[in-house]
Each structure stands twice: as C-alpha cells, then as structure tokens.
Nanobody
C-alpha cells in the first residue's frame, strides 16, 4: 500500500501563487509515476500534470505555461508550483501515484478568489 498526504492548498487571490506538496509513504519502492489531478464542483476529475521516475513530465495543455511539477525522490515528494492563478483553477487537487495500481491522496482545496 502507498499512502499520499497532500499539503499547501488554501485561498489565494487571482494572479497569486501556491505550491502543493505530496509525500508518499508505505510501500514506495518502484513507484513509477506521480502527479496531480483536480476536480472542480460539477466537473470530472482532470489531469493537471504527472512526472515519471526519470523526470519526464506531462501537462494538461491549458496549464503548462503556469504550472510546474517537480519531484524529490529522496523525500518521496512531488510538488506542484502554480503561478498566475485564476478563479477557474479553483478545485480540489488530488495527488496520484502509480505502482501497478493507482493510489490517491485525500485532496487539498485550492480556492482562487478576490
């Protein structure tokens, strides 16, 4: 089993920045891909960004100019730096890890509002 704990969400004004963190624990050996997804009210969960064990990244096209994913393998942690935040970025952000099966964190709320 893999446990994922997210942190860093909160309320931010439009144009602001936040950095989300997700730390994995448990059976973390051979975790392949880690990443972030988000789900806004009334919408399906969608990909934000993922990063492989070699550092290869995949972003949602609409977010790659503002969001940056990174990974610290020594700390078993993945980060999501979010800049120039917009109200439409408001959502619950979920950490994801893939090792044979997918594991999910409980989510952290990000609210972008003035």
């Amino acid at each position: 089993q893999v446990q994922l704990v997210e942190s860093g969400g909160g309320l931010v004004q439009p144009g602001g920045s936040l950095r989300l963190s997700c730390t994995a624990s448990g059976s973390i050996f051979d975790i392949n891909r880690m990443g972030w997804y988000r789900q806004a009210p009334g919408r399906e969960r969608e990909l934000v960004a993922v990063i492989g064990s070699t550092g290869r990244t995949i972003y949602a096209d609409s977010l790659k100019d503002r969001f940056t994913i990174s990974r610290d393998n020594a700390k078993n942690t993945v980060y999501l730096q979010m800049n120039s935040l917009k109200p439409e970025d408001t959502a619950v952000y979920y950490c994801n890890a893939v090792k044979v099966q997918a594991y999910w964190g409980q989510g952290t709320q990000v609210t972008v509002s003035s």
